[in-house]
Protein backbone atom coordinates (compact mmCIF):
# COMPACT_ATOMS: atom_id res chain seq x y z
CA UNK A 1 0.00 0.00 0.00
CA UNK A 2 3.03 2.31 1.04
CA UNK A 3 5.07 1.45 -2.40
CA UNK A 4 1.18 1.85 -4.49
CA UNK A 5 1.02 5.32 -2.74
CA UNK A 6 4.22 6.74 -3.26
CA UNK A 7 4.04 5.62 -6.72
CA UNK A 8 0.58 7.62 -7.38
CA UNK A 9 2.14 10.86 -5.83
CA UNK A 10 5.14 10.25 -8.14
CA UNK A 11 3.01 10.54 -11.26
CA UNK A 12 0.78 12.77 -9.44
CA UNK A 13 3.45 15.23 -9.17
CA UNK A 14 5.20 14.48 -12.47
CA UNK A 15 1.75 15.39 -14.28
CA UNK A 16 1.86 18.82 -12.26
CA UNK A 17 5.30 19.89 -13.43
CA UNK A 18 4.46 18.28 -17.29
CA UNK A 19 1.45 20.84 -16.78
CA UNK A 20 3.34 23.85 -15.70
CA UNK A 21 6.41 23.31 -18.08
CA UNK A 22 3.82 23.38 -20.67
CA UNK A 23 2.17 26.19 -19.82
CA UNK A 24 5.67 28.07 -19.28
CA UNK A 25 6.55 26.97 -23.56
CA UNK A 26 2.92 27.63 -24.90
CA UNK A 27 3.65 31.08 -23.74
CA UNK A 28 6.75 31.17 -26.55
CA UNK A 29 5.78 30.58 -30.53
CA UNK A 30 8.20 28.40 -32.91
CA UNK A 31 7.93 29.61 -36.21
CA UNK A 32 9.90 27.73 -38.84
CA UNK A 33 12.05 28.84 -41.18
CA UNK A 34 11.80 32.17 -39.74
CA UNK A 35 14.77 34.67 -38.60
CA UNK A 36 14.22 37.39 -36.21
CA UNK A 37 17.81 39.12 -36.72
CA UNK A 38 18.91 42.25 -34.40
CA UNK A 39 18.19 42.73 -30.20
CA UNK A 40 20.16 40.20 -29.26
CA UNK A 41 21.85 39.77 -25.60
CA UNK A 42 22.97 36.04 -25.30
CA UNK A 43 23.96 33.57 -27.77
CA UNK A 44 25.35 29.91 -27.19
CA UNK A 45 26.39 26.49 -29.27
CA UNK A 46 23.62 23.79 -28.53
CA UNK A 47 25.31 20.44 -28.36
CA UNK A 48 21.91 19.00 -29.70
CA UNK A 49 20.14 20.66 -32.94
CA UNK A 50 17.06 21.10 -31.30
CA UNK A 51 15.62 24.30 -31.63
CA UNK A 52 13.00 23.14 -28.53
CA UNK A 53 15.88 24.07 -26.41
CA UNK A 54 16.54 27.26 -27.66
CA UNK A 55 12.91 28.14 -27.17
CA UNK A 56 13.46 26.65 -23.62
CA UNK A 57 16.31 28.60 -22.43
CA UNK A 58 14.46 31.70 -23.79
CA UNK A 59 11.45 30.59 -21.84
CA UNK A 60 13.44 30.60 -18.40
CA UNK A 61 15.13 33.75 -18.92
CA UNK A 62 12.66 37.17 -17.67
CA UNK A 63 14.94 39.08 -19.84
CA UNK A 64 14.35 37.15 -23.27
CA UNK A 65 11.73 38.05 -25.30
CA UNK A 66 12.81 36.65 -28.61
CA UNK A 67 14.62 33.68 -30.04
CA UNK A 68 16.23 32.59 -32.85
CA UNK A 69 17.61 28.67 -33.62
CA UNK A 70 20.31 28.45 -35.99
CA UNK A 71 20.99 25.42 -37.46
CA UNK A 72 23.99 23.50 -37.65
CA UNK A 73 26.79 24.71 -40.68
CA UNK A 74 25.60 27.80 -40.64
CA UNK A 75 27.29 29.91 -37.83
CA UNK A 76 29.75 27.12 -37.05
CA UNK A 77 29.74 23.07 -37.44
CA UNK A 78 26.80 23.27 -34.52
CA UNK A 79 23.90 24.71 -34.10
CA UNK A 80 23.38 28.32 -32.38
CA UNK A 81 20.64 29.72 -30.05
CA UNK A 82 20.44 33.80 -29.79
CA UNK A 83 18.48 35.67 -26.94
CA UNK A 84 17.08 38.74 -27.80
CA UNK A 85 15.70 41.43 -25.15
CA UNK A 86 12.84 42.71 -27.68
CA UNK A 87 11.26 41.19 -30.30
CA UNK A 88 12.50 42.25 -33.75
CA UNK A 89 10.67 41.94 -37.05
CA UNK A 90 10.34 37.99 -38.70
CA UNK A 91 11.74 37.27 -42.54
CA UNK A 92 11.32 33.97 -43.97
CA UNK A 93 14.76 31.99 -44.03
CA UNK A 94 15.44 28.43 -44.36
CA UNK A 95 18.53 28.84 -42.15
CA UNK A 96 16.38 29.17 -38.64
CA UNK A 97 13.52 28.45 -36.51
CA UNK A 98 12.47 31.39 -34.10
CA UNK A 99 9.75 32.48 -32.12
CA UNK A 100 8.63 35.34 -29.64
CA UNK A 101 7.09 35.37 -26.01
CA UNK A 102 3.29 36.38 -26.01
CA UNK A 103 1.70 38.80 -23.46
CA UNK A 104 0.50 37.67 -21.05
CA UNK A 105 -3.32 38.58 -20.75
CA UNK A 106 -4.70 36.67 -18.03
CA UNK A 107 -2.29 38.24 -15.82
CA UNK A 108 -3.82 40.28 -12.62
CA UNK A 109 -2.67 43.92 -13.01
CA UNK A 110 -0.97 45.61 -9.34
CA UNK A 111 -4.08 47.20 -7.32
CA UNK A 112 -4.33 51.24 -8.42
CA UNK A 113 -4.19 52.38 -5.06
CA UNK A 114 -1.63 51.94 -2.79
CA UNK A 115 0.15 49.63 -5.10
CA UNK A 116 3.00 49.59 -7.20
CA UNK A 117 0.97 51.12 -10.18
CA UNK A 118 0.38 54.06 -8.36
CA UNK A 119 3.61 54.88 -8.50
CA UNK A 120 3.78 55.04 -11.54
CA UNK A 121 2.38 58.22 -13.60
CA UNK A 122 0.26 57.85 -16.78
CA UNK A 123 0.44 60.81 -19.10
CA UNK A 124 -2.03 60.81 -22.14
CA UNK A 125 -0.98 62.35 -25.11
CA UNK A 126 3.03 62.30 -24.45
CA UNK A 127 5.90 60.67 -25.80
CA UNK A 128 8.95 60.43 -23.48
CA UNK A 129 11.54 59.59 -26.28
CA UNK A 130 15.08 57.86 -25.56
CA UNK A 131 17.18 56.14 -22.76
CA UNK A 132 15.50 52.83 -23.66
CA UNK A 133 16.64 49.25 -23.05
CA UNK A 134 13.79 47.07 -24.05
CA UNK A 135 10.74 47.07 -26.09
CA UNK A 136 7.92 44.83 -27.19
CA UNK A 137 4.95 44.31 -28.49
CA UNK A 138 1.02 44.30 -26.88
CA UNK A 139 -1.28 41.82 -28.12
CA UNK A 140 -3.98 44.05 -26.22
CA UNK A 141 -3.59 48.06 -26.96
CA UNK A 142 -3.84 49.09 -23.43
CA UNK A 143 -1.22 51.56 -22.01
CA UNK A 144 -2.12 50.43 -18.33
CA UNK A 145 0.18 46.84 -19.58
CA UNK A 146 3.30 49.66 -20.37
CA UNK A 147 2.62 51.02 -17.22
CA UNK A 148 2.29 47.98 -14.82
CA UNK A 149 5.59 46.61 -16.87
CA UNK A 150 7.61 49.86 -15.87
CA UNK A 151 6.37 49.48 -12.43
CA UNK A 152 7.49 45.49 -11.93
CA UNK A 153 11.23 46.18 -13.42
CA UNK A 154 13.35 47.57 -11.26
CA UNK A 155 15.71 48.72 -14.17
CA UNK A 156 12.78 50.84 -15.55
CA UNK A 157 12.59 54.02 -14.71
CA UNK A 158 9.83 55.75 -17.70
CA UNK A 159 8.01 54.23 -20.07
CA UNK A 160 6.26 55.20 -23.29
CA UNK A 161 3.21 53.41 -24.85
CA UNK A 162 3.04 53.65 -28.56
CA UNK A 163 -0.59 53.37 -30.28
CA UNK A 164 -1.54 50.47 -32.61
CA UNK A 165 -0.25 51.59 -36.38
CA UNK A 166 2.22 53.82 -35.78
CA UNK A 167 5.54 51.10 -35.08
CA UNK A 168 3.65 48.16 -36.90
CA UNK A 169 0.32 46.73 -36.31
CA UNK A 170 0.50 46.07 -32.94
CA UNK A 171 0.92 48.82 -29.68
CA UNK A 172 4.51 48.94 -28.34
CA UNK A 173 5.91 49.81 -25.10
CA UNK A 174 9.28 50.52 -24.66
CA UNK A 175 10.99 50.64 -20.97
CA UNK A 176 13.43 53.20 -20.30
CA UNK A 177 16.83 53.51 -17.61
CA UNK A 178 15.75 57.28 -16.94
CA UNK A 179 13.01 59.75 -17.36
CA UNK A 180 13.66 61.46 -20.88
CA UNK A 181 11.81 65.54 -21.20
CA UNK A 182 8.24 64.85 -22.34
CA UNK A 183 7.00 65.83 -25.65
CA UNK A 184 2.96 66.79 -26.46
CA UNK A 185 2.52 63.96 -28.83
CA UNK A 186 -1.13 61.85 -29.92
CA UNK A 187 1.18 59.16 -30.83
CA UNK A 188 1.48 57.74 -27.44
CA UNK A 189 1.08 57.83 -23.59
CA UNK A 190 4.01 57.74 -21.01
CA UNK A 191 4.95 58.09 -17.50
CA UNK A 192 7.79 57.67 -15.28
CA UNK A 193 8.01 56.52 -11.91
CA UNK A 194 7.09 59.11 -9.12
CA UNK A 195 10.80 58.81 -7.21
CA UNK A 196 12.59 59.35 -10.73
CA UNK A 197 15.19 61.84 -10.06
CA UNK A 198 16.05 64.85 -12.91
CA UNK A 199 17.60 62.84 -16.44
CA UNK A 200 21.58 62.83 -15.40
CA UNK A 201 23.36 65.26 -17.48
CA UNK A 202 25.76 64.08 -20.33
CA UNK A 203 29.30 62.99 -19.64
CA UNK A 204 32.21 65.29 -20.77
CA UNK A 205 34.65 63.10 -21.38
CA UNK A 206 37.83 64.65 -20.16
CA UNK A 207 35.97 65.18 -17.24
CA UNK A 208 38.34 63.68 -14.13
CA UNK A 209 34.79 63.08 -12.38
CA UNK A 210 33.85 60.72 -14.79
CA UNK A 211 33.06 56.65 -13.31
CA UNK A 212 36.38 55.32 -14.68
CA UNK A 213 34.30 51.94 -15.66
CA UNK A 214 31.06 53.55 -17.91
CA UNK A 215 33.89 55.45 -19.71
CA UNK A 216 35.70 52.45 -20.60
CA UNK A 217 32.16 50.74 -21.15
CA UNK A 218 31.41 53.76 -23.55
CA UNK A 219 34.32 53.59 -25.42
CA UNK A 220 34.57 49.79 -26.05
CA UNK A 221 30.70 49.87 -27.16
CA UNK A 222 31.74 52.93 -29.96
CA UNK A 223 34.73 50.95 -30.78
CA UNK A 224 32.12 47.96 -31.63
CA UNK A 225 29.75 50.01 -33.33
CA UNK A 226 32.31 52.01 -35.27
CA UNK A 227 33.84 48.58 -37.23
CA UNK A 228 30.11 47.50 -37.82
CA UNK A 229 29.28 51.29 -39.75
CA UNK A 230 33.28 50.88 -40.94
CA UNK A 231 32.95 47.86 -42.64
CA UNK A 232 29.23 48.70 -44.01
CA UNK A 233 27.61 45.50 -42.40
CA UNK A 234 24.22 45.23 -41.62
CA UNK A 235 22.57 48.71 -41.08
CA UNK A 236 21.70 49.72 -37.45
CA UNK A 237 17.63 49.43 -36.74
CA UNK A 238 16.73 52.62 -34.74
CA UNK A 239 15.06 49.80 -31.91
CA UNK A 240 19.08 47.96 -31.45
CA UNK A 241 19.84 50.48 -28.41
CA UNK A 242 22.80 48.61 -27.89
CA UNK A 243 24.25 49.38 -31.02
CA UNK A 244 23.13 53.15 -30.67
CA UNK A 245 26.19 55.38 -32.03
CA UNK A 246 25.91 57.41 -29.39
CA UNK A 247 28.49 57.97 -26.53
CA UNK A 248 26.40 60.12 -23.94
CA UNK A 249 23.82 56.96 -24.17
CA UNK A 250 26.70 54.24 -23.46
CA UNK A 251 27.56 56.42 -20.87
CA UNK A 252 24.10 57.05 -19.22
CA UNK A 253 22.78 53.29 -19.63
CA UNK A 254 26.09 52.40 -17.75
CA UNK A 255 25.21 54.11 -14.99
CA UNK A 256 21.77 52.67 -14.26
CA UNK A 257 22.95 48.80 -15.31
CA UNK A 258 24.63 46.40 -13.09
CA UNK A 259 28.02 45.86 -14.33
CA UNK A 260 27.81 41.96 -14.95
CA UNK A 261 24.64 42.76 -17.48
CA UNK A 262 27.33 45.61 -19.24
CA UNK A 263 29.89 43.17 -19.81
CA UNK A 264 27.18 40.33 -21.47
CA UNK A 265 26.14 43.23 -23.70
CA UNK A 266 29.45 43.88 -24.65
CA UNK A 267 30.04 40.20 -25.60
CA UNK A 268 27.31 39.94 -27.31
CA UNK A 269 28.46 42.60 -29.68
CA UNK A 270 31.78 41.04 -29.95
CA UNK A 271 29.89 37.74 -30.77
CA UNK A 272 27.82 39.58 -33.43
CA UNK A 273 30.69 41.05 -34.92
CA UNK A 274 32.34 37.97 -34.84
CA UNK A 275 29.97 36.12 -37.14
CA UNK A 276 28.37 39.15 -39.35
CA UNK A 277 31.01 41.48 -39.79
CA UNK A 278 34.86 40.58 -38.55
CA UNK A 279 37.17 42.79 -39.19
CA UNK A 280 39.08 43.77 -42.33
CA UNK A 281 42.90 42.86 -42.76
CA UNK A 282 44.92 45.89 -44.15
CA UNK A 283 47.00 44.94 -47.08
Known sequence: MTVKVIYFAGIMFSLVLLTFQTQVIADITMEENTDRPGQDYKTFELDTPDPELCRDACAEDPNCQAYTYVKPGIQGAKARCWLKTATPSSQSN??????AKTAQTDKPKPP??????SSVSLEPDTNRPGQ??????LDTPEPELCRDACA??????????????IQGAKAR???KTAAPPSQSNNCCVSGMKVAQTDTLAPPTKGDDSV???????ADTAMKQINQRIDNKCEPIDPSEEMWKP???HHYNHCLAVEED???????MREQWLDVYCPKTESK
Open 261 to 267: ILDSINM
Open 173 to 175: CWL
Open 246 to 248: DYD
Open 132 to 137: DYKNFE
Open 112 to 117: EVGGIS
Open 152 to 165: EDPNCQAYTYVKPG
Open 94 to 99: NCCVSG
Open 211 to 217: NSYCKNY
